[in-house]
């Protein structure tokens, strides 16, 4: 095969578009000139309703662990006590930035494979310190292919205490829908390289009223992360307070073209494509996933492995058809395989993976299926065409 055919499916780096990769081939420019303050206000407006906000997006020069960070550091004091939704990896990772930052963290441990319940979440508070600084969620949880449902944790957050609701929404903002107002988020975090299809580098933090003046007062030590800077530099001149990823940002306007030309609501319904054309061509092989369909994401599917066989399957899939696939993390290692489907991704993709693995269980086991998981997800498509 070609060797430059390469088909990235991990949930995370995506493929970026040649559209979006001519964009960062600009000249460079000066973020201290003229230029710059018109193309940061133009994206960080234009990315106003993807992440359901009601302010311009504030933009960072690093990953999407970042702006957790930055959403922990500029909230939380030492010895505050905050709730850490816990459900996989980065529910986990979110719990590790707040006790590195001197927090007594509250971990409400969901089973990974599900979503957390806002019964469990109300359960929880009642049960825990009523002083909360904040509650953090992770909406999808890449780990486990699950999303949580943000809006009645934000509500369950809102009625039994006074906190902070701040949301990691890395994996899935860009293709999935979100209001912070009416979800009751004070702070939705992001990053480029997932469904925003822009290569790694930019981290987005979108902050409320409310946050703004937490931020604003929090006495904790940071200095690159302090979002004072990043919003007053913005309120000022439409800058950044230090060198901003100008390449990136030229990227992300493009991205910002991309999703209005397709139209924002078909973006999120193509992701809903994706996800049931996976999961029902995957279901159609009975090859066994770990979530339940109503706790399932629209970017990312994690698929078990309970045998020897299956546990091969990654490896085949990028050795015989270049195809890469992210794995298990932490306590799901060597169990779970995951398939991103987000950001750049069409129906046709879909098919190249089902197509792959089909033909990989024939490998491994003998078992003829092919063409069994493609009828059936040609069948979704054909529903929603
Ligand atoms: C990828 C990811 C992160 C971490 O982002 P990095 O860019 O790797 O720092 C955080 N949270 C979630 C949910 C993710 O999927």
């Not at 430059?4 to 000139?33: C, E, W």
């Not at 922990?72 to 986990?92: R, S």
């Amino acid at each position: 095969m070609l060797l430059d055919q390469q088909y990235l499916f991990a949930p995370g780096p995506t493929p970026v578009p040649d559209r979006v990769k001519h964009a960062m081939n600009q000249p460079m420019i000066a973020h201290r000139s003229p230029e710059f303050p018109k193309l940061l206000e133009e994206v960080s407006t234009r990315l106003m309703p993807v992440f359901g906000s009601q302010h311009p997006v504030t933009i960072l020069a690093s990953s999407g662990t970042s702006a957790l960070e930055a959403a922990a550091a500029n909230v939380i004091e030492e010895n505050d006590h905050v709730v850490v939704i816990i459900a996989g990896a980065f529910g986990d990772r979110f719990a590790s930035i707040c006790e590195t930052l001197g927090a007594h963290v509250h971990r409400l441990n969901v089973e990974w494979g599900k979503a957390c319940t806002p019964e469990q979440l109300e359960d929880f508070l009642r049960s825990n310190p009523k002083n909360l600084k904040a509650v953090f969620a992770t909406y999808c949880e890449t780990s486990t292919g699950v999303v949580n449902p943000i809006r009645e944790l934000g509500h369950v957050t809102k009625r039994l205490t006074d906190a902070l609701f701040i949301v990691d929404g890395v994996s899935c903002i860009g293709a999935v829908p979100v209001d912070m107002k009416e979800w009751k988020i004070d702070i939705l975090v992001s990053g480029s390289q997932k469904a925003l299809m822009l290569p790694p580098g930019l981290a987005f933090v979108a902050v409320n009223d409310t946050a703004k003046e937490v931020i604003r007062n929090c006495k904790a030590k940071r200095f690159y992360l302090d979002l004072n800077h990043y919003l007053s530099s913005y309120e000022n001149d439409k800058s950044t307070p230090f060198t901003p990823a100008v390449s990136l940002i030229y990227g992300a306007q493009e991205v910002c073209n991309m999703f209005e030309e397709e139209g924002f609501e078909n973006v999120i319904n193509r992701h809903q494509v994706l996800k049931t054309m996976v999961r029902e061509g995957l279901k159609a092989i009975e090859v066994p996933l770990l979530t339940s369909d109503e706790d399932a994401s629209p970017t990312v599917t994690a698929v078990r492995t309970i045998d020897e066989p299956s546990k091969q399957i990654k490896k085949l899939l990028k050795d015989k058809f270049a195809i890469t696939l992210g794995g298990g993390q932490k306590k799901l290692k060597g169990e779970i395989f995951r398939i991103g489907h987000m950001g750049y991704c069409t129906p046709f993709d879909v098919l190249k993976v089902l197509a792959s693995i089909e033909m990989t269980i024939k490998i491994l086991e003998g078992k003829n299926v092919m063409g069994i998981a493609l009828k059936r997800a040609e069948e979704v498509w054909m529903e929603n065409v």
